[in-house]
């Protein structure tokens, strides 16, 4: 048996590989380890971990790296003590394959440690580009140290071949995101307002909105909490960024609007991904700048107000609705998006992100790969080099 450790270090990649977890550790041919950091381990993002292991997946080590602070500084001894914890968890765990999702700087600190121990490391939702967040860099730097890629559509696997890549290790998968609306029974309405204590009534609107860490923008959190302020009759659901600097004043500010609001609306650090899903599901729109808004909204047919850079260069469906980072221009997209016309067209979209059956593909792979040099790695180039 092989032993493939996959790691998760926030709620947002662990509801992406919760699929790819349960194949695995369903295969025989395969030691599932799961190694565990980050936002999980934090109460103030709202424990993650429990959800983990409530989803009946064994925690073979976990590493707490995540500092009190939410500055840059404090984001980069993170990644410091990150390194230091997974050279040990690694180190004991022994894995033939180290699996990381996407480009979080979590992830980087465990790729930096398999890079070094010579552990081979296979990379989800490589060769995206997300031009408003430093995850940019973050996520093609682990596209270089890894030697397994699996991509969400053939543009990405494109974008990492011509960073040099193998294309015999290059895997068009789809998103594993989507995996999860196709296979898992999700929470209906009124199992969402029993949780909540919230009545749900239409306009219903999904809000996260994530700081803006490598492009300059505007006070996106304020642009979006007073376009709500317009918008009186929704019903609006707010959940609290993950672990990025400056995240502290986000966070406040949503929550100072919810109380403000609380006959309207719930602000939750963390819904859990099922429960998340379901209320994208329920949504008339998803608001702010995460992922989920051009990766999943699509996929259940729900539009997408996406605020600000963050989100640039990333494949978009016809559901979604770009505006800038002021009051004006949010609320004039959430009317568009609530609009009749809008949400005919929207329930006509496909989503360029797959077919929901991606972590079968991820595991099959996984389990048969040749392990075999994977190590090795030779520049791939697209035109002959000479000089």
């Known amino acids: ?35 565990v950091s980050g936002s999980h381990l934090s109460a103030v993002h709202g424990g993650t971990l429990a959800e983990i292991t409530a989803d009946g997946i064994r925690v073979d080590a976990t590493v707490d790296m995540l500092l009190a602070s939410d500055s840059r500084v404090a984001a980069v ?15 004991r765990l022994r894995p033939d394959v180290l699996v990381v999702l996407g480009d979080r700087y979590e992830a980087l600190a465990a790729a930096q440690a398999a890079l070094l121990l010579g552990v081979p490391i296979a990379h989800i939702h490589g060769g995206e580009s997300t031009e408003g967040a430093v995850d940019e860099a973050i996520r093609h730097a682990i596209t270089k140290m890894a030697a397994l890629h699996f991509t969400a559509a053939e543009p990405f696997s494109a974008r990492v071949r011509q960073l040099g890549e193998d294309p015999r290790r290059v895997f068009t998968t789809g998103a594993p995101g989507l995996d999860t609306l196709r296979r898992a029974v999700l929470p209906d309405r009124a199992a969402l307002e029993a949780d909540l204590g919230l009545a749900l009534r ?40 993950g672990a990025d600097p400056t995240r502290d004043a986000v966070a406040a500010a949503v929550r100072d609007w ?102 079968a593909r991820i595991a099959e792979v996984l389990a048969t790969v040749d392990l075999e040099g994977l190590t090795t790695k030779r520049f791939h180039d697209l035109v002959e080099v000479t000089g």
């Not at 001894?77 to 180190?91: N, V």
């Open 77 to 91: 001894k993170s990644l410091g003590l990150g390194l230091i914890g997974f050279a040990d968890a690694l180190d």
């Open 202 to 241: 239409s306009p219903l609107l999904l809000v996260t909105y994530h700081p803006v860490t490598a492009a300059a923008g505007g006070d996106g959190v304020a642009a979006v909490l007073g376009a709500l302020d317009r918008l009186p009759e929704a019903t609006v659901v707010l959940t609290l960024p």
């Open 258 to 359: 919810g109380a403000r609001n609380a006959d309207r609306a719930v602000v939750r650090a963390s819904l859990g991904h099922l429960r998340y899903l379901a209320l994208l599901r329920e949504a008339e729109a998803v608001v702010g700048n995460s992922s989920s808004g051009l990766i999943e909204a699509p996929a259940v047919r729900t539009a997408t107000v996406n605020v600000g850079p963050r989100q640039d260069g990333r494949l978009r469906a016809d559901s979604v609705l770009d505006c800038d980072e002021t009051v004006e221009a949010v609320e004039a997209a959430l009317r568009t998006a609530l609009s009749a016309p809008f949400q005919a067209r929207v329930a006509a979209v496909r989503s360029p992100y797959g077919d929901g059956h991606a972590s």
């Open 1 to 35: 048996m092989r032993r493939i450790t996959v790691f998760t270090g926030t709620r947002a990649d662990y509801g992406l590989l919760r699929w790819l977890l349960h194949d695995l550790d369903a295969d025989p041919r395969v030691a599932l380890q799961v190694l």
